[in-house]
């Protein structure tokens, strides 16, 4: 009789214990049963939030659990990323992020260029540049590196010629020539878009442009040529480049599954840059 107890009572704990490891692996934890790692990372909703969003199904492979925090302004997400509240940002291209780094003291490392929203000129007044009227209202973004970047774009297209004619710091002191007098208004990026039906014309970046309903290659009376200079890229901070999980994102984000979403998803509104 204590035999046969004693071998029911070990089969009732071989059984608990069977069932007690079959619910250890939960959905937090990675097939190899550790938990996958978090990686933060600041982006603006358009597009930036949305391509990570088909990365996080990449990483999600690879141990990372990818976590985006959006942001819709460019000074934010890199206050994020300097208190150390994100592991990354993508947002950002190189000449915004040095000009933030002379300014704010940081020293952010940028690298993994994604894609190029082309900046483009809108309006709601007129069909072709050409018709632009002497003494237009024309708004560009108020932020250095993209007021310089709609500067180039206003001098490609005619409007303006600068004192530096490939400068990447000009502002509209360094305006030479001016034939159609136009008054150039600098505003915050993000307002622009809200504001262009008081305007002749506007300079806007295509992460703001796109949920205004506006589509640079369709919409767009002059766009910015597709070897700009100004590619979005991850930002991180010194050293964090060579950690793991940020080496992950940035081959999900150049992988051939991320080139087709953005060609696809995008028609030619943002171009991949790799």
Do not use: W
Not at 27 to 55: F, M
């Amino acid at each position: 009789m204590n035999k046969l107890f004693a071998f029911a009572a070990t089969a009732v704990l071989g059984a608990a214990l069977l069932i007690s490891g079959c619910g250890s692996s939960t959905n937090n934890e990675s097939s190899s049963g550790s938990k996958p790692e978090v990686l933060k990372v600041a982006a603006n909703p358009v597009p930036h939030a949305e391509i990570l969003e088909q990365v996080k199904p990449i990483l999600a492979k690879e141990g990372v659990d990818l976590q985006i925090i959006e942001f819709t302004d460019y000074i934010q997400p890199n206050m994020a990323l300097s208190s150390h509240e994100v592991d990354a940002n993508f947002f950002a291209n190189v000449p915004y992020q040095n000009n933030y780094n002379k300014d704010h003291g940081t020293n952010f490392v940028s690298f993994a260029p994604i894609h190029i929203e082309p900046l483009a000129i809108y309006s709601q007044k007129i069909k072709d540049l050409k018709d632009l009227p002497n003494g237009a209202k024309v708004a560009i973004p108020s932020d250095p590196t993209n007021s310089a970047r709609a500067l180039l774009l206003l001098q490609s297209a005619g409007l303006v010629t600068l004192k530096d004619p490939t400068g990447l710091t000009n502002t509209p002191f360094n305006i030479t020539s001016n034939p159609k007098n136009i008054q150039i208004t600098e505003l915050e990026a993000a307002q622009i878009p809200r504001s262009i039906q008081d305007l002749d014309a506007a300079v806007i970046n295509a992460n703001y442009a796109l949920p205004a309903g506006l589509n640079p290659t369709k919409d767009g009376l002059f766009v910015e040529k597709a070897d700009s200079p100004y590619a979005n890229l991850l930002s991180v901070n010194p050293g964090d480049e060579n950690k793991p999980a940020i080496q992950k994102l940035a081959k999900a984000l150049q992988s051939p599954e991320i080139k087709k979403f953005i060609e696809e998803h995008y028609n030619g509104a943002i171009i991949p840059a790799f």
